[in-house]
């Protein structure tokens, strides 16, 4: 996985790249989209729970997962990176 997308340079890149990885042409295309932008807009809100902001995180990953869509964990971390405060 790391490999098909190690060269995009910018979000909108990797957005169509995961799109053209894992959209399918059914009735979870529409699903998938909405999953993708909930994990890519995810961010760690000051002052809330890391519990909860890491809950919202795996429970986004777990219905991509009963999709049958899985991330790599090295992925995983990646996003999980960006998900968290930078200080």
């Keep these: 996985m790391l490999n098909n997308i190690i060269g995009e340079t910018n979000a909108w890149a990797l957005?169509?790249?995961?799109?053209?990885?894992?959209a399918r042409k059914n009735g979870n295309n529409k699903m998938f989209?909405?999953?993708i932008k909930q994990l890519l807009a995810l961010k760690y809100t000051d002052g809330?729970?890391?519990?909860?902001?890491?809950?919202s995180f795996q429970g986004i990953m777990n219905h991509l997962s009963t999709m049958g869509i899985?991330?790599?964990?090295?992925?995983?971390?990646?996003l999980l990176l960006g998900f968290l405060p930078d200080s």
């Design 15 to 22: 957005w169509i790249k995961l799109e053209q990885l894992y």
């Design 33 to 35: 989209y909405v999953l």
């Design 48 to 55: 809330t729970s890391m519990t909860n902001n890491l809950n």
């Design 70 to 78: 899985k991330f790599d964990e090295e992925i995983q971390r990646l």
